[in-house]
């Protein structure tokens, strides 16, 4: 995504949550988002991104897995998010569902998706 659309309205809102991960080194290796979204229950995950060298090894999971988690603690009902269509059977696999037909965003191919979270 270009830099200039990386920063928004919701990045100082009082009840957006951001997340880092960190390598054993101290460098941050991914970021994950997570914002209220409209006046339901629901929040919207954005800004999720892991190093292509950190890729592979369970970073995305875990910050999706934290995220959740604090959704869960919000009693955040839902979750959902426009994902990147090459990244598509990733949140599959976390159990998000598609929907609808892709579209673009900042020229890149998204997909939207949605899961209801359990206690």
């Known amino acids: 995504m270009p ?5 928004d309205e919701f990045d100082h809102h009082p009840e957006t949550v951001h997340w880092i991960a960190w390598d054993a ?9 997570m914002r209220p979204y ?3 229950a629901t929040g919207k995950v954005e800004r999720v ?5 950190h890729r592979g090894v369970g970073i995305g999971k875990l910050l999706m897995m934290a ?8 009693g955040y009902r839902e ?3 426009n994902a990147q ?9 976390m159990g998000y569902i598609s929907e609808g037909f892709p579209f673009e965003e ?14």
């Open 67 to 74: 995220v959740e988690a604090e959704a869960r603690s919000r």
């Open 106 to 119: 900042a020229g890149i191919p998204h997909i939207a998706m949605q899961k209801p979270l359990s206690s």
């Open 85 to 93: 269509c090459h990244a598509q059977r990733f949140y599959e696999q």
């Open 79 to 81: 979750l959902r998010l």
């Open 3 to 7: 830099e200039t659309l990386e920063l």
């Open 49 to 53: 991104a892991v190093l292509a060298s």
């Open 25 to 33: 080194d101290g460098a941050a290796v991914g970021t994950a988002r």
């Open 38 to 40: 409209s006046a339901s």
